[in-house]
């Protein structure tokens, strides 16, 4: 299948850090989506971009689409103890024989110490 | 409430003894879809559905199957379970374009 490769695999920050992180395809994708996993849930969705270039915000959280549509982009600023979770990014292709299907990188695991 | 429920929500089971995961929508969602997550590996699909009687496979599909004979439910069957089969596992469910709505997992053991 697709392979997206997510980085960092970790971070561990204090509290009011700024946290980045990045998702990168060998692949075109015509949507990237951001998940949030809290402990003992199922992911929930952050963050859905559809446009090359596209920057959009949700609260302390904000995502963009690269402009090759290869790669995307979470920015948490002044992090606090509930931004702890895994993240998790995800590709759609929306054509061929990939149509549908959604492709998801191996997480980033959020610690934050107050 | 719009859910994606999942049972059970924790299963101990034995080598080679058949089990059946339950997953159930009440969104009307077309697409349904189960993923196992693993450490280190992220989420990765184990079979999806685009509609009723429709049904392929993902990237990890060996020893697993399921079936869609209704929208609303999407079991998936195990038939001889083996310990490399313990995992999380997340049913979701989404409609064409639109944002998968996850389950709340099935933690499986396989001893």
């Known amino acids: 299948g697709q392979q997206l490769n997510q980085s960092p695999q970790s971070m561990f920050i204090q509290e009011g850090e700024d946290v980045s992180m990045n998702c990168t395809s060998s692949?075109?994708?015509?949507?990237w989506l951001w998940y949030k996993q809290d402990p003992g849930e199922g992911p929930v969705l952050l963050i859905a971009?559809?446009?090359?270039?596209e920057l959009t915000s949700n609260g302390r959280l904000t995502a963009q689409f690269g402009i090759t549509r290869k790669d995307s982009f979470l920015n948490i600023s002044a992090s606090i103890p509930s931004d702890v979770g895994i993240y998790f990014c995800?590709?759609?292709?929306?054509?061929?024989?990939?149509?549908?299907?959604?492709?998801f990188g191996r997480g980033t695991q959020l610690t934050v110490w107050p | 409430e719009a859910q994606v429920t999942q049972n059970p929500r924790y299963l101990i089971t034995v080598t080679g003894k058949k089990l059946t995961v339950t997953c159930s929508q009440n969104?009307?969602?077309?697409?349904m879809s189960w993923y196992r997550q693993d450490p280190g590996l992220g989420l990765r699909q184990i079979y999806y559905?685009?509609?009723?009687?429709?049904?392929d496979k993902g990237d990890v599909p060996e020893g697993y199957k399921v079936s869609r004979k209704e929208k609303r439910n999407f079991p998936l069957i195990l038939e001889s379970p083996s310990p490399n089969q313990t995992s999380l596992y997340f049913c979701?469910?989404?409609?064409?374009?639109?944002?998968?709505?996850f389950g709340s997992g099935t933690q499986l053991s396989v001893l």
């Open positions: 979701a469910s989404r409609h064409p374009g639109e944002k998968l709505f």
């Open positions: 692949s075109i994708f015509n949507t």
């Open positions: 971009l559809y446009k090359a270039g």
């Open positions: 995800a590709g759609r292709a929306d054509r061929g024989s990939t149509l549908g299907r959604l492709y």
């Open positions: 969104m009307n969602h077309e697409y």
């Open positions: 559905s685009m509609n009723v009687e429709v049904t």
